[in-house]
DNA sequence: CAAAACTTTACGGGAAACCGTAAGGTTTTG
DNA sequence: CAAAACCTTACGGTTTCCCGTAAAGTTTTG
């Protein structure tokens, strides 16, 4: 079994959770970190160690307080430590349950395992941490659809940004001067309302205000 | 201090960390509830006993799933407890810090503890535990302008309810035929043009997309 | 009870959003 | 490489939103 775990999440309550699970596991050497920051440094701390953390557990979200950090969420902090620690094993440990966050960070940043939070958020952590020590990766039986090949009818990152700045207060015609700004196309006023138009028919959304209330609701900004 | 405490939350992980702490300070009787229902069942039970629950700590938002429920937050079944068991001490612990919800359930409800789940929570809960115990109400401390008289420049609930028909998708002229419908006013188009012009003001909002992406993040509706 | 203060409603003009059509580019495909 | 398919842009017309002003109605106040 994993000799030595990192668990991260701002919430105290959620650490001693997960903690006592980490025990119950018979792991011995198990610390907790209440920011992305102070998990990065132990890790790295430790990489050099005859025994670094060869587990590490985080949330997603932080809540940003009084202190600066360099990673302010958990998903910034995987991608760099996935980077530098391809071998690390990660397993997330989150609420959120998007499978376009699910699939990012399973597919692309090769996570090890992703389990939501929710009643059986313990039992479910347990059977991830047995699964990925046996180099199989793990995610919560309700994500198991956003790792399916056939569920790509994605949302583009365009689309994403573009509600994004009109959820900001932008108009049409200020987002259209933004984005030719930044020399991103499609920039003109025309292909803006054209895809907003595109979004509101596939999220069935009356009016642009309807849209941008919908997609909050769904998290996608 | 307290004998026999109740931990409400639908997060196995949360009740876990929360048990922790109750059983810090020496308090023997702890159980848990993942379910509104179950809390309310196992509180009702024992009243009727010589020891019953003196102490209850809850969550507010518990994740609906196939299992129906009659509460379906920590609020509603507060209101209820309280009226029925006015001497039960309830401590809300909760990541949701809006000063309205706080007011309302310490001030209307008499509610005994009202603490924010973050990093500092199981301290804090902690301190709402003694508190609590010595007939004092406790509110975590970013919450205590709540409760501070002055800060009343509420909004309406006509103001909430004008934006969460926008937010559905009705044009300023559909929302104006509905109160029409319900007899309610003011309704006319003017007035609500007027309404919203004073909200998008108030919120500092560009124009009505930008004032329902705001309300929404400050989850007034 | 009448003046003052406020709220609600009406209306008109300009701005932005919405919608369809069409022209000009780019990519795909046989 | 040319036809087809697709994407981007332009433009005009209609609806809705935004904003100011003013009239009508209601409440407050001396």
Chains 1, 2 share one sequence.
């Not at 597919?107 to 009643?119: A, L």
Request: net charge positive; proline share 3%; charged share 30%.
């Amino acid at each position: 079994m994993f000799k030595k775990v990192l668990v991260s999440d701002d919430l105290g309550c959620t650490n001693e959770g997960v903690l006592s699970v980490i025990k119950s596991l018979k792991i011995k050497h198990a610390e907790q970190a209440q920011y992305c920051d102070d998990a990065c440094l132990k890790i790295k701390r430790t990489q050099l160690d005859l025994d670094p953390f060869d587990l590490f557990i985080t949330d997603l979200s932080f809540v940003k307080d009084h202190r600066e950090q360099k990673y302010t969420s958990g998903k910034e902090l995987i991608i760099a430590l996935k980077k530098e620690y391809p071998h690390l094993k990660i397993i997330v440990y989150s609420v959120d349950d998007r499978l376009q966050k699910v699939r990012f960070l399973m597919n692309v940043h090769q996570t090890n395992g992703y389990v939501c939070k929710g009643r059986q958020g313990l039992v479910e952590l347990e059977n991830a941490i047995h699964a990925v020590y046996k180099n199989e990766i793990y995610v919560s039986p309700q994500l198991k659809p956003a790792l399916s090949p056939k569920n790509d009818l994605e949302i583009e990152d365009f689309d994403i940004l573009l509600i994004k700045l009109l959820s900001n207060g932008l108009s049409q015609e200020e987002i259209s001067a933004h984005f030719k700004n930044e020399n991103r196309s499609p920039n003109s006023l025309s292909s803006i309302e054209k895809r907003l138009n595109k979004l509101r028919i596939q999220f069935k959304a009356n009016n642009a205000i309807h849209l941008v209330a919908i997609v909050k609701d769904l998290g996608l900004i």
